[in-house]
């Protein structure tokens, strides 16, 4: 689906991939369906859309759509904030397991309808004109 702004067309979705501190296998119990509707909220509130989501017990992957006027450090800001604040107040034994909740480290990569080999296709189809 292409999303539109007052000046552009896009259509970026964005996978991204962050763990706990120290990889612990800390997001088990009532942790995952409580992360879910946090990101799910906080996504929301950013403009956001959630595509797909997996939580494992030591990292979470995210697969969504957010507008052109964030940059991904600032859904990764926004996300791993709201979510470390909330869940370390509502779960309390993470506090005693973890001096943060999330690393700061983080994986993000983009995703289109079309490949990286169709687009290097397109341009060199380009300079010939």
Not at 36 to 51: A, F, H, Q
Not at 95 to 115: D, E, I
Request: glycine fraction near 6%; charge should be positive; proline fraction near 5%.
């Amino acid at each position: 689906m292409i999303r539109r702004t007052r000046h552009a067309a896009y259509q970026l979705r964005y996978h991204f991939v962050w763990v706990p501190k120290y990889r612990r296998k800390v997001l088990v119990g009532g942790i995952p369906e409580r992360l879910t509707v946090l990101l799910s909220e906080k996504t929301e509130e950013m403009g956001g859309e959630i595509i797909d989501l997996t939580i494992q017990p030591d990292h979470v992957h995210l697969f969504c759509i957010f507008p052109l006027t964030l940059a991904p450090h600032q859904f990764m800001h926004g996300l791993k904030g709201y979510t470390a604040f909330m869940l370390r107040q509502e779960f309390p034994h993470l506090k005693s397991q973890l001096p943060n909740m999330w690393t700061r480290s983080y994986y993000v990569g983009t995703a289109g309808n079309v490949s990286a080999q169709t687009i290097q296709r397109y341009i060199d189809e380009q300079k010939g004109r």
